[in-house]
C-alpha cells in the first residue's frame, strides 16, 4: 500500500455536535485533523430540536456565549399529559435561570453548526464538505489507518479515525464496526419552524428580553405509539415537532406529517402557533434504544461519538449534551496517547470507555436502561394514563350541582373501567423502582 506523502493525526467524520467537539478539542491541542462531512456545509444534514445545554459546550469553548447565534435562554419548563381536547400539565419557572450564566439555550441548528464549524475551523482542523466517506482503510492486521471518500484517489490517512456521521453511521456499519440500528431502537422525529414577531411569542408565553419556554408533550398526540412532542420557543420562531419509534410507525401506518399536523391543530398548540409563517420542515432519526441498545465503542484505530453510537437520553430528552460530551472525551483519549507516544490501539483507547463509564452520559443512561423496554410493553402509559387523567381533571374542575363524593366514585371508576387504579399506582411504583 502506497503511503500518501500528508497525514493527518486524526480525521473526524460528520460535523454535528459530537464531530465538533471532537475536532476542535484536537485542533486547539495542536493537531493536524481533518473533518469530513457528506453535506454541502456543516449543519445541512443535522435535526434537532434544538435545545443547548451549556454546561456541556463551556467544557469545550468556556466563551462560547460571547459569539455563538443563542437564540433564547430558558427560564421555563412545561410538562403536558395531553388528550384530545385538553391537557394537565406541570409548570416550572424560576428568575434564578435569567442570572448568567445561562443554563439551556434554544437554538436553530443551521445557524449554530456553522458557527461551531467556524470554530473548529479557527482552531486550525481543515473541514471538507460535500466529501463522502465510502469505506475505513485498514492494514494487514486490521487496524484502521484512515479514509476513503468518493474521489479519485480517495485514500486518506490518520493515526484515529473518530465516527460522527449520524446514527445511521453507514461507515461504521459496512465496516462492521456496529450492527445496523433496529426500527425497535429509533425514532423518527419532524419539526417545524413556525416564524412570527419576537412581541407576540413574548405576549403568548409571558417572557420579556430573551426569555425562553420549553413544552415536552406526552399523550393522545402520539396515538398509542412510543413518542413524544415538543415546543420551543426561539427569538422569532417557534419550533414544533413530534417523534415516535419506527418500529410504531410502520407498524401502523402513520406518516409524521400526519402525527405534526394533528400536533399543530390540538386546541392547546393552535393558539400557541396561530399566524405563523412555516418556512422549515425537516425530519431526523434519534437513537432511543438506550444503554442496552449501544454498540461497541471502540477498538483498533476507531472510535464511535454521538449518536453514531447512540448517546442519547431519551427520558430527559437529552441529546447535544451526550453528542458534545463524547465527542470531547474522545479526542482527549487520543490527546493523552499522542502526549504519551502510544499508538491508537484498541487496548489503549479502553480509555475512552473508562472516562464515558466516570461521565454523567453514561451513568443517566444505565440509569434509564430499563424504561425503553418497559414502555414498548406496558403502552398504558402512552394510550391510557393521559386520557384518564385528563378526564379526571375535567370532573374534578367541573362546577355542575353534583356533590364531590358522587365525583370521586365517577373518578375512581374510571379508572376501574379501563384499569384499576391499584394498577396504575403499581405501574409508577414499578418506572420508579426501574431507574435504582
Aim: aromatic share 8%; charged share 25%.
Amino acid at each position: 500500500m502506497n503511503q500518501p506523502t500528508e497525514k493527518f493525526d486524526v480525521i473526524v467524520v460528520g460535523a454535528g455536535p459530537a464531530g465538533n467537539a471532537a475536532a476542535y478539542t484536537l485542533a486547539k491541542a495542536g493537531k493536524k485533523v481533518l473533518q469530513l462531512e457528506r453535506g454541502e456545509y456543516p449543519g445541512s444534514k443535522n435535526v434537532q430540536g434544538a435545545i443547548l445545554y451549556a454546561d456541556a459546550l463551556e467544557k469545550i469553548i468556556p466563551d462560547f456565549r460571547d459569539s455563538a447565534p443563542l437564540e433564547r435562554h430558558v427560564v421555563e419548563q412545561r410538562m403536558w399529559l395531553m388528550e384530545e381536547q385538553s391537557h394537565l400539565g406541570t409548570h416550572f419557572r424560576s428568575d434564578q435561570y435569567n442570572q448568567q450564566p445561562g443554563n439551556r439555550y434554544t437554538i436553530i441548528r443551521a445557524r449554530f453548526d456553522k458557527w461551531f464549524s467556524d470554530q473548529v475551523q479557527q482552531a486550525g482542523a481543515l473541514v471538507l464538505c460535500e466529501m463522502t466517506v465510502t469505506e475505513l482503510l485498514k492494514d494487514e492486521s486490521g487496524r484502521v489507518i484512515g479514509v476513503n471518500v468518493d474521489r479519485e484517489n480517495g485514500r486518506i490517512y490518520a493515526d484515529a479515525v473518530i465516527l460522527a456521521d449520524g446514527v445511521n453511521s453507514l461507515v461504521a456499519s459496512r465496516a462492521g464496526l456496529r450492527e445496523d440500528i433496529k426500527p425497535a431502537a429509533v425514532a423518527l422525529g419532524v419539526k417545524e419552524i413556525i416564524f412570527m414577531p419576537k412581541e407576540t411569542i413574548d405576549a403568548r408565553f409571558n417572557l420579556t428580553g430573551q426569555e425562553g419556554a420549553v413544552i415536552e408533550m406526552f399523550g393522545s398526540i402520539s396515538e398509542g405509539m412510543v413518542g413524544t412532542g415538543f415546543l420551543y420557543t426561539n427569538k422569532d420562531s417557534i419550533s414544533v415537532g413530534i417523534g415516535c419509534m419506527l418500529s410504531d410507525m410502520k407498524q401502523q401506518q402513520t406518516t409524521p406529517v400526519e402525527l405534526l399536523e394533528k400536533l399543530k391543530r390540538h386546541p392547546s398548540v393552535a393558539p400557541l402557533i396561530a399566524g405563523g409563517e412555516t418556512r422549515e420542515y425537516a425530519a431526523h432519526l434519534l437513537p432511543e434504544g438506550g444503554y442496552d441498545a449501544l454498540p461497541k465503542l471502540y477498538g483498533e484505530g476507531w472510535m464511535l461519538v454521538g449518536d453514531s453510537a447512540g448517546f442519547l437520553n431519551a427520558v430527559h430528552r437529552e441529546g447535544s449534551n451526550l453528542a458534545m460530551t463524547t465527542g470531547r472525551l474522545a479526542a482527549e483519549t487520543l490527546l493523552e496517547l499522542f502526549a504519551a507516544g502510544q499508538p491508537a490501539s484498541a487496548t489503549n483507547l479502553a480509555r475512552y470507555q473508562a472516562r464515558l463509564d466516570e461521565s454523567f452520559v453514561m451513568k443517566d443512561l444505565k440509569k434509564y436502561r430499563k424504561i425503553p423496554g418497559m414502555l414498548d410493553r406496558q403502552r398504558q402509559f402512552v394510550a391510557d394514563y393521559p386520557g384518564l387523567l385528563n378526564q379526571a381533571a375535567f370532573n374534578f374542575f367541573s362546577v355542575d350541582g353534583r356533590d364531590k363524593e358522587a365525583k370521586e366514585k365517577e373518578i375512581i371508576a374510571s379508572f376501574r373501567q379501563r384499569r384499576s387504579l391499584f394498577g396504575l399506582l403499581g405501574d409508577a411504583f414499578r418506572v420508579w423502582r426501574a431507574t435504582r
